[in-house]
């Protein structure tokens, strides 16, 4: 059986199997190897430079050059080197520079050339996606590694980027060297990063409706944004253009609440009807009838929705027939606030209580008790509930057995919104501070606060991409770090702000920001305000 050919130094294979020596013929293995240089003037002959490198032509040499180079060469190498300091001491700037500019690119190396490409491949796993960027303006070969799919797929899955940009062409942006489809999305999610943090110069769409009503509830899926108003429609807006491409009517009552699954939008109102629209043709699909008060919040899971009305009860409708499957009594007030994680049903209300229910048999599992007034806000992630009551507090629950884990004080008012998301919890309140929990531990994070915070009530909360964001009765969305929990910046800013200019509610997702906002004195007008963040890889696209 034949062995695989080795490869000499030169790159060529040389034949397997022993070779007979014939006298003189025979290679020692020292004279394949290259001689290892022992002076500089060596090395730059075995990097390929001549050794005459003269660089100064100031005149002839000094006499006496050649008998102290000869005393240098007949030192030991400490004495050599300790010649060589006392030499540089009383060198000028100037001249240890001539030294260094002769020296350095003696000992420079492309080793990653040198190397097999798995080998430098594995190499450059161990930079960062901004080293390797600049990695790639190296020279062309480095362009070519630096550019490797698997690669970039790695640093990508190391950054929780989970979407490649496979659907487009892979682009080359010269002959041979083709645009990694993971590094494009990498740079793309770094792009829009910088966006949300530091902005840009764009005004945000302006989407004028609703007249001078108040928006009371606003949802977006993919392109399409939905608002409710307390005028009896809601209207189906297109996040691209701006247009206002259809006006959803037959509520005989303002527009409470709502909720929206990709192209399916329920409503509720104060006629105590909820309806369900498909938003691409602007049909009433169903009318659901059955509470016999304001329908006051609502939230959707699946083909599901359960829905909390000021007649005290709980709904649970099936979305595709309309049909009623459960009815959940047991408050003694109105029901403001429930959350449905296709398990279970959390319900808030006006009775100083929070419920946990299984809607299949209808039964009441827990009574939350503790709250000392209305409770206006819930978050419920499958293990805990937690209620933000008008008693100032927020408290965190166990879902399973009911018992009370923490009581979270510190807010002054009213909370009036809360995102919870990984144990992490955010409360903005009508004191004009947003706070940051750990729901595990009942530690507040942080106070977002400071010289920056707001000047008003907090109306609504999102969180997203490791930010917070707030708006306010006082005419702005701010932008905050979750990790830090500093104010990073004022995302709106209306021109009424401070005297009577409100942003209502947002709404946001990776790439987008969607506005409510307007006055309750004529001082602005009821509009959205959009904010697109992948603005940039859009225009490339359409161009």
């Given at each position: 059986m034949k062995r695989k050919l080795d490869h000499g130094p030169d790159g060529r294979p040389f034949p397997s199997g022993k070779k007979h020596c014939k006298g003189n013929e025979y290679l020692s293995p020292s004279s394949l190897v290259q001689a290892t240089p022992t002076t500089f003037g060596d090395l730059r002959l075995a990097n390929g430079h001549s050794a005459q490198r003269r660089r100064v032509t100031s005149g002839p040499p000094p006499s006496g050059l050649q008998d102290w180079l000869h005393i240098f060469q007949t030192w030991?190498?400490?004495?050599?080197?300790?010649?060589?300091?006392?030499?540089?001491?009383?060198?000028?700037?100037?001249?240890?520079?001539?030294?260094?500019?002769?020296?350095?690119?003696?000992?420079?190396?492309?080793?990653?050339?040198?190397?097999?490409?798995?080998?430098?491949?594995?190499?450059?796993?161990?930079?960062?996606?901004?080293?390797?960027?600049?990695?790639a303006q190296t020279?062309?070969?480095?362009?070519?590694?630096?550019?490797?799919?698997?690669?970039?797929?790695?640093?990508?899955?190391?950054?929780?980027?989970?979407?490649?940009?496979?659907?487009?062409?892979?682009?080359?942006?010269?002959?041979?060297?083709?645009?990694?489809?993971?590094?494009?999305?990498?740079?793309?999610?770094?792009?829009?990063?910088?966006?949300?943090?530091?902005?840009?110069?764009?005004?945000?769409?302006?989407?004028?409706?609703?007249?001078?009503?108040?928006?009371?509830?606003?949802?977006?899926?993919?392109?399409?944004?939905?608002?409710?108003?307390?005028?009896?429609?809601?209207?189906?807006?297109?996040?691209?253009?701006?247009?206002?491409?259809?006006?959803?009517?037959?509520h005989t009552g303002g527009v409470w609440c709502s909720q929206m699954a990709v192209a399916t939008v329920i409503s509720g109102s104060t006629d105590r009807t909820l309806r369900v629209w498909d938003a691409e043709s602007g049909e009433c699909v169903h009318t659901l009838y059955g509470h016999t008060s304001t329908v006051r919040c609502m939230h959707l899971h699946g083909n599901r929705v359960v829905s909390g009305s000021r007649d005290t009860t709980l709904r649970v409708w099936d979305v595709s027939t309309g049909r009623c499957e459960h009815v959940l009594t047991g408050h003694v007030a109105a029901v403001r606030c429930v959350q449905y994680d296709g398990r279970r049903v959390v319900s808030g209300?006006?009775?100083?209580?929070?419920?946990?229910?299984?809607?299949?048999?209808?039964?009441?599992?827990?009574?939350?008790?503790?709250?000392?007034?209305?409770?206006?806000?819930?978050?419920?992630?499958?293990?805990?509930?937690?209620?933000?009551?008008?008693?100032?507090?927020?408290?965190?629950?166990?879902?399973?057995?009911?018992?009370?884990?923490?009581?979270?004080?510190?807010?002054?008012?009213?909370?009036?919104?809360?995102?919870?998301?990984?144990?992490?919890?955010?409360?903005?309140?009508?004191?004009?501070?947003?706070?940051?929990?750990?729901?595990?531990?009942?530690?507040?994070?942080?106070?977002?606060?400071?010289?920056?915070?707001?000047?008003?009530?907090?109306?609504?909360?999102?969180?997203?991409?490791?930010?917070?964001?707030?708006?306010?009765?006082?005419?702005?969305?701010?932008?905050?770090?979750?990790?830090t929990g500093a104010w990073l910046r004022d995302v709106v800013a209306l021109q009424s702000r401070g005297s009577g200019g409100v942003v209502w509610r947002i709404r946001a997702s990776d790439t987008r920001l969607v506005c409510a906002a307007g006055s309750r004195n004529g001082t602005e007008e009821t509009k959205l305000l959009v904010l697109d963040f992948d603005l940039d890889d859009r225009k490339k696209e359409t161009d």
């Open positions: 030991s190498g400490p004495e050599r080197l300790l010649a060589l300091d006392e030499l540089i001491d009383r060198c000028e700037t100037s001249q240890v520079k001539h030294m260094m500019q002769v020296i350095e690119p003696q000992f420079q190396r492309d080793f990653i050339s040198l190397l097999p490409k798995e080998l430098a491949l594995y190499v450059l796993t161990f930079l960062a996606p901004r080293d390797l960027l600049q990695a020279c062309r070969y480095w362009r070519i590694l630096a550019e490797d799919n698997l690669l970039w797929r790695e640093k990508c899955r190391e950054e929780g980027i989970s979407e490649c940009a496979s659907s487009r062409r892979r682009k080359c942006v010269r002959p041979g060297v083709a645009v990694s489809p993971w590094k494009s999305a990498y740079i793309r999610q770094h792009r829009i990063e910088n966006n949300w943090r530091k902005g840009d110069t764009r005004e945000p769409m302006v989407l004028k409706g609703h007249d001078d009503h108040v928006i009371t509830c606003l949802q977006f899926s993919g392109d399409l944004i939905v608002s409710g108003s307390d005028d009896n429609t809601l209207k189906v807006w297109s996040a691209i253009t701006g247009k206002c491409l259809r006006t959803l009517t037959g209300g006006y009775d100083y209580m929070v419920k946990v229910w299984d809607p299949e048999t209808e039964a009441c599992l827990h009574t939350l008790q503790g709250h000392t007034n209305r409770v206006y806000s819930l978050q419920f992630d499958g293990a805990f509930v937690v209620s933000g009551s008008l008693d100032t507090s927020i408290r965190v629950w166990d879902a399973e057995t009911g018992g009370c884990v923490h009581t979270l004080t510190g807010h002054q008012s009213l909370t009036s919104g809360m995102e919870l998301r990984d144990n992490i919890l955010v409360s903005g309140n009508a004191d004009s501070t947003v706070r940051v929990w750990d729901v595990r531990t009942g530690q507040c994070l942080h106070t977002l606060q400071g010289p920056n915070k707001h000047q008003s009530a907090v109306t609504c909360l999102q969180f997203c991409r490791g930010l917070v964001l707030s708006s306010s009765d006082d005419g702005t969305v701010k932008l905050w770090d979750l990790r």
